[in-house]
């Protein structure tokens, strides 16, 4: 049998579209089954933020936990920790609409602190903010809220892409474009610095 010039060309662009489209049809059923298992997207963006918050420098995110308080916004824990070589002091909170919140409330006193009074690291320390009658484990009341309304207010960040869901407490907060503003102390120079994560706060509701 003779062969062509161009045969085996033509046969091999075939198996190649052949081979695309199979591999076409395996990225849209993935994506039909995201979609329809919505649980496991949000799985998978709270793995990555949680990859990434516990190893940023200089201030990193090592525990979080997430609950609806009302039907307004939803209440954070975070416990961070000073990753950097040189001393940090928090001074406030960023979220996603520009906004910033520099106190926290503390319920059993009955008054705003301010932030930069109490979070003052040195390397390797860790503080936290949270809520202490709503997470369990936290010896001072520092309560710090999200909410999706732009803007932030008192002790209650604005912006968030989601909340906890009312009554059953589940889903996700996720904050976009959250951050630090701080104030690293090296030597005998304090150079004010701000921190934006590259990737969402993600935090399961519990």
Known sequence: MRNFP??????????YLVLLA???????????????????????????????????SPIAIVENSAARYDDTYTEIYIRIRNTGTYPVRITRLLDSSGGYISQFRDNDAGYLKNIT???????????????RTLFS????????????APGSSIQILGGAASICTTGANTGTLVLNNFGFEYIQYIENTQITKRQIGAKPLVIKCT
Do not use: N
Request: aromatic share 12%; glycine share 12%; net charge negative.
């Open 22 to 56: 199979v591999v076409l049809i395996v990225a849209l059923v993935s994506v039909a089954l995201l979609g329809f298992f919505p649980g496991m997207a949000s799985d998978a963006q709270m793995t990555q933020s949680k990859m990434y918050w516990s190893s940023a």
């Open 117 to 131: 009074d109490y979070m003052y690291m040195t390397p390797g320390e860790e503080k936290y903010f949270g809520r």
């Open 137 to 148: 484990g936290l010896s001072e009341d520092r309560e710090v809220a999200i909410r999706t």
């Open 6 to 15: 161009g045969c085996h060309k033509g046969q091999g662009a075939t198996e």
